[in-house]
């Protein structure tokens, strides 16, 4: 039953317009923005709502100084049991607004973090509380049921759900790589990455090795101990969070899929009518791979951290680690 309770709550939190019957349950400080909202947007009929619940709160605050003065007055008479009562009566009404104002405080974060159920309670309880003060506008009659209605806050700048990837994500064999997408507080993103070695626009001579040999057989080919190892990947995956939250601290899985190229380039001396340095790819070693990478990133509010590995396939010697760091912004 309780469960049945909560969630038709929630529809209620979610669905339901803004009115007096659920003012009382934001921050004064959230009212004074909605109320300036109103006006300006000429939405006077909502104002004048705000204003009421405002003026009650004022009224409450007021009440507080007007005792605290009667207090002064009744010592400084003598009339110790009088000061007494109205001190009593302070107390409990000053009590009775900071416990207010605490579940006020209390909702709005909890509605932020998702937590409804913490929520739900935090409104049961502040509904009982006004309930105790004399009648407003804000409160239904008791004879009908109490329905606390509450907007989630809108989002701002400090409390976005979404935010752009841009990290700088080498790898064992690649010194130059990018990774470009989205993370977010829900959901699957898009993430890119290209990772790529030195030596990607060496140029090469129209012969290769086969089989072990240069297949060019009208010339003379002297090795010079010197060879080149070429590697690029290009992959596209998915982000999704696996804890925390996305504005403070928060890990996501990044899973990328992709292709690979990786050749051996060895430098020869070749001697026709002339000599002449070449780069010569060795066919028998160099070739393509589908990779596997998975990712897991660390995000610090705007900075982040990766670490994972790529696996190649079905060339699996092709393997190395990844890792690097970045901004979300």
Known sequence: MKHIFLFCLLLILINTSYSQANLFSFTTEKLQLLKADAVKTAYYAKAAEIKVVLDKRQEEDDKILSLKADIDKKVKAEDFRAAGALQDELKKLSENKKRKETLRTEIAKATAEENYSIA????KE????????????????????VLVTYKEPE??????EHKTLLA???????PFGIMIGMISQKGINLVGTIRLSRNQLVSLDNATIENGVINDKSSSWHYTNYAYYSYASYSLGIAFKVFGNLNKISGHFIPTFGLARYRYIYEFDKIDSYTVTSNVLD???????????????????FF?????????IPDVHQSGFVFGAGFAF
Do not use: M, Q
């Open 155 to 160: 989002k701002t700048s400090s409390g976005r």
């Open 283 to 301: 066919k028998d070693k160099s070739g393509y791979n589908f990779n596997i990478s998975p990712n897991f990133l660390l995000n610090i509010k």
């Open 304 to 312: 982040n951290i990766h670490v994972g590995v790529e696996i190649g």
């Open 126 to 145: 502040l509904s009982l509380l006004e309930e105790l003060d004399e009648p407003v506008a804000t409160i239904k009659p008791k004879n009908e049921p």
């Open 168 to 174: 700088y994500t080498p790898g064992s064999y690649t």
């Open 120 to 123: 739900a309670a935090d409104l």
